[in-house]
């Protein structure tokens, strides 16, 4: 099963955005969800319709000047990862089918 956690988020942050994090300071969390609890802002309709109903979303949340949130959607079943997404601010600004 695939778990990010704070050392992808760490890898992610420097490579995409070139901002190293303080790895004591994220935070990391993983749900159950079904694919109709995800909220539709932070999905687009394209990559939602290739997600089965059954998902584990692992996030990891890093706040300095802004609100860092990436998440990997996994399918629930298989635990293989689908999808990355990154929210700054609660706005998504990247999403990568993996």
Request: glycine share 8%; proline share 2%; charged share 30%.
């Amino acid at each position: 099963m695939y778990n990010f956690n704070k050392g992808n988020f760490a890898e992610f942050m420097l490579k995409k955005y070139k901002i190293i994090v303080d790895k004591s300071r994220v935070g990391e969390e993983s749900v159950s969800l079904d694919k109709g609890e995800l909220d539709e802002c932070l999905i687009s309709k394209e990559v939602r319709k290739r997600l089965p109903d059954q998902l584990i979303v692992h996030t990891c949340a890093y706040k300095e000047k802004n609100e860092w949130i990436v998440g990997v959607i996994c399918a629930e079943h298989s635990g293989m990862p689908l999808v990355l997404i990154c929210l700054k601010e609660g706005n998504r600004i990247f999403e990568g089918i993996i």
